[in-house]
């Protein structure tokens, strides 16, 4: 059986990676590519995917508001209607935690990063085939600084840095602190 993929994707590089890693798989077939919420939410009126791939930040609003309206839908998953609900990874190279906090309490079946490598992406979309929640190492990591932590934004800010791998100079020099500072958050 093949899975029918909608990719909401406003960067072509990015859609472009996506695109080629599902064709390298026979279990994925791209049914649209969308740029824009707009353009997501025609294609998610006319046409059913199995799996929507789902891009944080858009031009012309948030993938949020998209996988909302998804779990919103009343014509989803209704007696009579051949409509169902899309499963739906969310990722993005820009987001904050609390995006990503949002995207997992509006019922995002995976979230990942841009930074993630391709594989993962399949990874996570073979949970979701399964019914299986998936949520990637590196979101893991930028969920624990979500604000309902007890931790100052400062903290929250070189946690991130520390994460992506900056060592204490280069975490001041970003932001504008001592590195005694760093040291000290």
Do not use: W
Not at 73 to 81: C, K, V
Not at 140 to 150: D, V
């Amino acid at each position: 059986m093949t899975f029918s993929v909608l990719i909401v994707e406003d960067q072509g590089i990015a859609s472009a990676g996506v695109r080629f890693t599902l064709e390298t798989n026979d279990l994925f077939g791209v049914l649209h590519e969308a740029s824009s919420c707009k353009k997501a939410r025609t294609l998610l009126e006319s046409e059913t995917p199995d799996l929507v791939i789902l891009d944080v930040i858009l031009p012309d609003g948030s993938g949020l508001d998209i996988l909302s309206e998804i779990r919103n839908s009343s014509n989803a998953d209704t007696p009579g209607s051949s409509k169902r609900e899309p499963r739906v990874l969310v990722y993005s190279g820009q987001a904050n935690p609390q995006e990503f906090a949002a995207a997992k309490r509006l019922g995002a079946d995976a979230l990942l990063s841009k930074s993630d490598p391709p594989q993962e992406l399949v990874t996570a979309l073979n949970h979701m085939i399964e019914g299986i929640p998936y949520i990637s190492l590196t979101v893991k990591r930028m969920l624990a600084l979500t604000t309902e932590s007890e931790i100052t934004s400062r903290e929250q800010q070189v946690l991130q840095l520390l994460f992506l791998g900056l060592d204490n100079k280069e975490m001041a020099e970003r932001l504008n602190i001592s590195a005694a500072t760093v040291r000290k958050h």
